[in-house]
């Protein structure tokens, strides 16, 4: 499968963007899905994971409240929703897919987006 992120930008805190991954490939109903990101000089970190399905969500505590991660797979697309914005959540957002389940390691997903750069002004 192949993805695509899109929807990055520059926002003030406080403030709002929606995250989209496209993917090509018929299979995409059948990979748990996954947002990571990467700030500047530190590691690849988890954000949020969704099931196959769409009916099991999880998110980092560090987001927890302020992000939803959804799925549309008749449209092969997977969001993050990030609401109130803060400074530290400046990063390059990538998404993955991977056919094991519920995991949170990066290592766990075989498929990646190329990144989409999101930077929160305080």
């Known amino acids: 499968v192949q993805l695509q992120a899109s929807g990055g930008g520059l926002v003030q805190a406080g403030g709002s963007l929606r995250l989209s991954c496209a993917a090509s490939?018929?299979?995409?109903?059948?990979?748990?899905m996954a947002w990571f990101r990467q700030a500047p000089g530190k590691e690849r970190e988890f954000v949020a994971l969704i099931s196959w399905s769409g009916d099991t969500t999880y998110v980092a505590d560090s987001v927890k409240g302020r992000f939803t991660i959804s799925r549309d797979n008749a449209k092969n697309t997977v969001y993050l929703q990030m609401n109130s914005l803060k400074s530290e959540d400046t990063a390059v957002y990538y998404c993955?897919?991977?056919?094991?389940?519920?995991?949170?390691?990066?290592?766990?997903?075989?498929?990646w987006g190329q990144g989409t750069l999101v930077t929160v002004s305080s």
């Open positions: 490939g018929r299979t995409f109903s059948s990979y748990d």
């Open positions: 993955a897919a991977s056919d094991r389940r519920f995991r949170t390691s990066s290592y766990e997903y075989d498929y």
